[in-house]
């Protein structure tokens, strides 16, 4: 029970890596907030945390939108009074050519994945700063340090997420805050359904075949499953990694080495 008495808030909790980290944070004794759009998948994690036996909160919130992060952040405050860890887990996908990519999509892309991880972090820092203690850990990618054919916007949001994660740590190690990103590869989510798809139709492959192509490029023989991302981000919210502020941590299997 490592994080007993601590706030966590996970954006995106209601699938995927989201729910995992939700449920892997109340595994180790935090009380959860849910931040997510999707009521229905919301519900299903609280439901799962509660069953964990910690406390827990919705809240419908759209990472786009900055009044949203903002009353995330004040209802995370009120209800528990206290704000320990933020997860910024929301993040989306749309594959395309180079010479397909519309402003339209390139400004939905780093607005969700990029310009969100930025805004919730300086929602939850003010509270974060006045107790002298905090952890951030947002989801970069592999995309973030590697590139790609059809997924420029993609690549290109994760890599701020990289920078946004080292600019963060420096301006805020002095006041107790460490902020880390993890690195994820190839994982079995319903991201990873529409990965298949689009990318499978770019490149002439089924979604199943294109799957298959990818499992196969991995040193540890697997796809990666949501719990392998949460135990690491566990770790990086919990004292263990009190030494480790600024890092992006790569979970991808082996696939890449730096």
């Given at each position: 029970m490592e994080l007993s008495g601590q706030v966590a808030i996970v954006t995106g909790a209601g699938r995927g890596i989201g729910?995992?980290?939700?449920?892997?944070?109340?595994?180790?004794?935090?009380?959860?907030v849910v931040a997510e759009l999707d009521?229905?998948?919301?519900?299903?994690?609280?439901?799962?945390?509660?069953?964990?036996?910690?406390?827990v909160s919705v809240v419908r919130t759209d990472v786009t939108s900055r009044t949203d992060l903002t009353a995330m952040a004040d209802r995370a405050r009120a209800e528990f009074g206290h704000i320990d860890i933020l997860v910024n887990n929301a993040g989306i996908y749309r594959a395309a050519l180079p010479l397909d990519i519309t402003e339209e999509h390139w400004d939905a892309i780093m607005n969700a994945n990029a310009k969100a991880v930025f805004f919730a972090s300086q929602a939850v820092l003010p509270t974060m700063v006045a107790q002298k203690r905090g952890a951030i850990v947002s989801l970069a990618s592999m995309a973030g340090k590697v590139g790609s054919r059809t997924n420029l916007p993609y690549n290109a949001s994760k890599a701020a997420v990289i920078s946004i994660t080292k600019s963060l740590a420096l301006a805020h190690?002095?006041?107790?805050?460490?902020?880390?990103?993890?690195?994820?590869?190839f994982v079995e989510t319903d991201m990873w359904t529409l990965v298949s798809r689009e990318q499978g139709t770019l490149l002439g492959l089924s979604p199943e075949d294109f799957t298959e192509q990818r499992a196969t490029q991995v040193?540890?023989?697997?796809?990666?499953?949501p719990e392998d991302v949460a135990k690491v981000i566990g770790?990086?919210?919990?004292?263990?990694?009190?030494?480790?502020?600024?890092q992006a941590i790569n979970v991808t299997g082996g696939l890449i080495m730096h």
């Amino acid at each position: 029970m490592e994080l007993s008495g601590q706030v966590a808030i996970v954006t995106g909790a209601g699938r995927g890596i989201g729910r995992a980290t939700a449920l892997e944070l109340a595994t180790m004794g935090a009380d959860i907030v849910v931040a997510e759009l999707d009521r229905e998948g919301a519900e299903r994690t609280a439901a799962e945390v509660k069953g964990l036996g910690r406390r827990v909160s919705v809240v419908r919130t759209d990472v786009t939108s900055r009044t949203d992060l903002t009353a995330m952040a004040d209802r995370a405050r009120a209800e528990f009074g206290h704000i320990d860890i933020l997860v910024n887990n929301a993040g989306i996908y749309r594959a395309a050519l180079p010479l397909d990519i519309t402003e339209e999509h390139w400004d939905a892309i780093m607005n969700a994945n990029a310009k969100a991880v930025f805004f919730a972090s300086q929602a939850v820092l003010p509270t974060m700063v006045a107790q002298k203690r905090g952890a951030i850990v947002s989801l970069a990618s592999m995309a973030g340090k590697v590139g790609s054919r059809t997924n420029l916007p993609y690549n290109a949001s994760k890599a701020a997420v990289i920078s946004i994660t080292k600019s963060l740590a420096l301006a805020h190690a002095a006041d107790g805050i460490r902020v880390n990103c993890v690195c994820p590869g190839f994982v079995e989510t319903d991201m990873w359904t529409l990965v298949s798809r689009e990318q499978g139709t770019l490149l002439g492959l089924s979604p199943e075949d294109f799957t298959e192509q990818r499992a196969t490029q991995v040193p540890l023989g697997r796809m990666e499953h949501p719990e392998d991302v949460a135990k690491v981000i566990g770790f990086l919210a919990s004292d263990r990694a009190g030494y480790m502020t600024g890092q992006a941590i790569n979970v991808t299997g082996g696939l890449i080495m730096h």
